[in-house]
């Protein structure tokens, strides 16, 4: 996405927000922008790889990503969250792969209540940057964030991922894997 073309979104979901603010009386607004860091792990078993998937408490499946902490750089977010989130330590990040998305969302229940509550935007700019990466360890321990997590193939994880974005991230992944001759 260019940037003129981002500018347009933003603008545009702004409009909207700020309509529907003004609709429901509500008193707080303001944009936040944000940049998160996201991992499409797999893992190899009897020669095909399988992707780990998390179900977030929106109910939608999805690659791991989460913010980035001021001083950080991409490869220590991915490090920290992918330990945050799934208790994984060994995983191994596959050189040339990095693929970025944006996107304008509204922050809605809980995570509404928590936003006005530590005082950032309800309305959200969020850039999430994402690398690959290996692992050879299954076990998966959740935190707080998500309700599960299952290891997929590609067909199955195409059909459980929510996000039509992160689909088209994920078979542009694939197919970086594959060109790269590892086994599918």
């Known amino acids: 996405m260019k940037l003129l073309d981002a500018m347009i979104l933003v603008r545009a979901e702004a409009v909207k927000s700020i309509k529907s603010v003004a609709e429901n009386n509500m008193k707080f607004f303001s944009i936040s922008f944000e940049k998160s860091v996201g991992a499409i792990i797999f893992k190899e078993e009897n020669g095909i790889k399988k992707f780990l998937l998390l179900k977030y408490r929106s109910g ?87 309700k599960a997590y299952a290891w997929v193939d590609f067909d199955r994880a195409i059909r459980m991922i929510g996000n039509k974005d ?17 086994p599918r």
Not at 83 to 111: C, H, M, P, Q, W
Not at 124 to 140: E, G, L
Not at 167 to 181: P, Q, T
């Open 60 to 146: 939608q499946w999805d690659f791991l990503k989460g913010h980035s902490e001021k001083g950080e750089n991409e490869k220590e977010t991915l490090s920290r969250e992918v330990f945050e989130e799934t208790k994984l330590t060994e995983i191994e990040v596959i050189d040339g792969f990095r693929i970025s998305n944006r996107f304008f969302y509204t922050a809605k229940g809980s995570e509404y209540e928590e936003r006005i509550r530590k005082g950032f935007g309800t309305s959200i700019f969020k850039r999430v940057v994402y690398y690959i990466a290996q692992t050879k360890k299954a076990d998966v321990v959740l935190n707080f964030e998500n």
């Open 166 to 182: 992160s689909k088209r991230m994920f078979k542009k992944a694939y197919y970086f894997l594959d060109k790269r001759g590892l």
